[in-house]
């Protein structure tokens, strides 16, 4: 099984700000399988980015992901209001499909 | 943007068996380009997948839960349906159901979108 560990776990910033989360496998995942959701309170994961770098539908571009080896990284360039939440990752490279325990984005 | 449902008990007695049925609406249950799966997640913790399915019925479980769970589908009415027996205090959770994608070769990948979510205890 594949286990993504996530840094930090929580991470306060203010508006306007760079945010940098992190996602790194304990082995290879092949063909940059890697996702990226958003959590709100109360409500379910929106998925923000597949295939380590490519941004779903309807996601502004100013999220954007990246990979290197077994390192991924979740990049905010100018954080809105409403971009604080918690963001997992996930691994689709083999099952189980994992998530990681996730980083949560608060307000400083 | 398609819209899942997920409905069934808010309590379950230890012991016995979660049931919970996923609604997808308009037919697209039978895409070929889809599974449908179950997530969950304990009360403040992290997500977990628990399996997925096929319209032909074809699953993939998570092996961690894999002697417990039973996922099917009935094409007919657009649902899919999760089964989890022995159920312990440690199954509390929001239990998501959600589509996951299927690319050319058979390999699963993402989760989008993913219904409401529903809060099942289990308690006596």
């Known amino acids: 099984e594949i286990v993504l560990t996530q840094s930090p776990g929580t991470l306060s910033l203010s508006p306007g700000e760079r945010a940098t989360l992190s996602c790194r496998a304990s082995q290879s995942i092949s063909s940059s399988y890697l996702a990226w959701y958003q959590q709100k309170p109360g409500q379910a994961p929106r998925l923000l980015i597949y295939?380590?770098?490519s941004r779903a539908t309807g996601i502004p571009d100013r999220f954007s992901g990246s990979e290197s080896g077994t390192d991924f990284t979740l990049t905010i360039s100018r954080l809105e209001p409403e971009d604080f939440a918690v963001f997992y990752c996930q691994q689709y490279g083999s099952s189980p499909y994992t998530f990681g325990q996730g980083t949560k984005l608060e307000i400083k | 943007q398609l819209h899942l449902q997920e409905s069934g008990p808010g309590l379950v007695k230890p012991s016995e068996t979660l049931s919970l049925t996923c609604t997808v609406p308009?037919?697209?249950?039978?895409?070929?380009?889809?599974?449908w799966g179950w997530i969950r997640q304990p009360p403040g913790k992290g997500l977990e997948w628990i399996g997925s399915i096929y319209y032909s019925g074809t699953t993939y479980y998570n092996p961690s839960l894999k002697d417990r769970v039973t996922i099917s589908v009935d094409t007919s009415k657009n649902q899919f349906s999760l089964k989890l027996s022995s159920v312990t205090a440690a199954d509390t959770a929001v239990y998501y159901c959600?589509?996951?994608?299927?690319?050319?070769?058979?390999?699963?990948?993402?989760?989008?979108?993913w219904g409401q979510g529903t809060l099942v205890t289990v308690s006596s």
């Open positions: 295939g380590a770098s």
């Open positions: 959600a589509r996951h994608g299927r690319i050319a070769s058979g390999r699963l990948n993402w989760f989008d979108p």
């Open positions: 308009g037919g697209s249950i039978t895409s070929r380009s889809y599974y």
